[in-house]
């Protein structure tokens, strides 16, 4: 009668104790909210979405780490300009906790304005950290025939960004894919399907980063 006792009167506290401390390990450790704000890289162009590198990302972080949740916003053609109009309503519909911008291709092979460049890559950063989520820039590159004044100034932008935002700079996306055979479609910009996993392999050490709490 006494242990029963003891237990009902314990009983109480003891799970209030256990679902705060369930509670408290969930807020120190939330499952990740991913929002990727791309151009036709990340788009998955040529293929199917699920063939994607985010797809790829999305069913990884599923198993590492469930209840995680990517939103891929990215769109065929996207420039930093068009990203930045757009991401307002994104952090404001997805409450993201990372953000990974993947823009810069198509503003380089416009010759867009380096200085208006870099202000909204920068711009996208302030914007993300402000909403509460973390930034990760995955950097770009363009043929040298744009010069090499442009050329270098187009790819050392994104560490400028990152620098003066206090975001993380991500590696060149297509490295060990731009110019290898098979891993690029026919007009030489695009990656195949086959390259899909070497990006996420790219990014990945890059975001685990910042994920572990």
């Known amino acids: 009668m006494l242990k029963l ?25 939330p499952a990740p909210a991913v929002l990727v704000v791309g151009d036709s890289i990340s788009a998955a162009y040529g293929m199917s979405l699920d063939q994607g590198w985010v797809a790829l990302l999305e069913r990884r972080l599923a198993d590492e780490r469930p209840g995680s949740r990517v939103v891929n916003a990215s769109i065929s053609g996207e420039t930093s300009a068009g990203g930045l109009r757009r991401l307002p309503a994104l952090l404001k519909d997805h409450h993201p906790t990372l953000v990974i911008i993947e823009l810069g291709g198509n503003d380089g ?22 909403a509460g989520a973390q930034v990760l820039f995955l ?67 890059s975001l685990q980063g910042m994920l572990t709490p």
């Open 5 to 29: 006792f003891l237990f009902r009167v314990l009983r109480g506290p003891l799970t209030l104790g256990l679902l705060t401390l369930a509670l408290t390990a969930g807020a120190t450790n």
């Open 109 to 130: 092979l416009r010759g867009y304005p380096i200085n208006k460049f870099r202000d909204n890559l920068k711009t996208m950063a302030t914007l993300s950290q402000a």
């Open 139 to 205: 950097a770009m590159e363009i043929p040298p025939n744009y010069g090499s004044r442009y050329t270098t100034a187009f790819r050392d932008s994104f560490a400028v960004a990152a620098r003066e935002t206090g975001s993380e700079l991500g590696p060149f996306l297509l490295d060990g894919v731009a110019a290898v055979p098979g891993m690029m479609q026919a007009d030489g910009i695009h990656p195949t399907v086959a390259a899909q996993q070497r990006l996420l392999d790219n990014v990945y050490p």
